[in-house]
């Protein structure tokens, strides 16, 4: 684990240790990220020291690249695991991978999972997934959930990180499980959809399931189904 009080981006500080080479397993964490970013390339704002700012370093070389998202799954099933047990507070998933507040109304956290594979083809088997996570602890931006609030006292960071890690490792390699259980807490699913997909085109319809490697299936207002990995989602009322 690497712990720095400022960065540019956790994400990007292990995705070039990836490219070194380097191994399984890193963590690093910040206090404070001066180029943090989300989906869609959106900056991840936050004030030094109020949100929890770590990112995780994977070679998944037993998982097939096509169901990759499924280390973001994990990540998020992992964070609604660490939200309840140290702080009390229950959460919904939001895919592809936002954690909101109970009420579904507001964003507490974002996954953004990166791979690299440039080197792979000099060295099969060394690719490697960045899974990072923005969680607002102490506080967050206007509108933001902040796990402070919902749970009325001050939550440790260090408590936080640590019930993370200890719940996504004990869940990573069982990829099926890891599938199904994502499947099953995704809010998501069930609910009409407007996403964006990019470059004016959007889909509208019912998210009915997740497949086995985590991407949403939504049926158009056509009666056609559409599987997508990517796409910025709103719930519809």
């Given amino acids: 684990m690497r712990y720095v009080e400022v960065t540019a981006s956790t994400n990007r500080d292990a995705m070039s240790v990836a490219a070194s080479g380097g191994g399984d397993g890193l963590v690093v964490v910040a206090d404070f990220q001066t180029a943090g970013r989300g989906r869609l390339d959106r900056r991840w704002e936050a004030s030094p020291g109020e949100s929890l700012l770590v990112s995780l370093l994977l070679r998944p070389a037993d998982l097939d690249p096509q169901r990759w998202h499924l280390l973001a799954g994990a990540a998020a099933l992992s964070a609604q695991f660490a939200?309840?047990?140290?702080?009390?507070?229950?959460?919904?998933?939001?895919?592809?991978?936002?954690?909101?507040?109970?009420?579904?109304?507001?964003?507490?956290?974002?996954?953004?999972?990166?791979?690299?594979?440039?080197?792979?083809?000099e060295s099969p088997g060394q690719s490697a997934v960045v899974v990072g996570m923005g969680l607002n602890v102490h506080g967050g931006p206007p509108g933001a959930a902040i796990l402070d609030e919902l749970a009325g006292r001050r939550i440790s960071r260090s408590e936080l990180v640590a019930c993370w890690l200890v719940d996504l490792d004990s869940r990573l390699g069982d990829w099926d499980r890891i599938a199904s259980d994502y499947a099953g807490a995704c809010a998501t699913v069930g609910r009409r959809v407007e996403i964006d997909l990019g470059q004016q085109r959007r889909l509208l319809g019912v998210a009915v399931g997740l497949d086995r490697a985590g991407r949403l299936v939504v049926r158009g207002e056509d009666g056609g189904e559409t599987v997508l990995s990517v796409g910025d989602v709103t719930h519809l009322r």
């Fill in 83 to 121: 939200c309840g047990e140290v702080a009390g507070v229950s959460t919904l998933i939001k895919w592809p991978n936002d954690l909101l507040a109970a009420d579904g109304n507001a964003k507490l956290a974002g996954i953004l999972a990166e791979a690299t594979t440039g080197f792979a083809r």
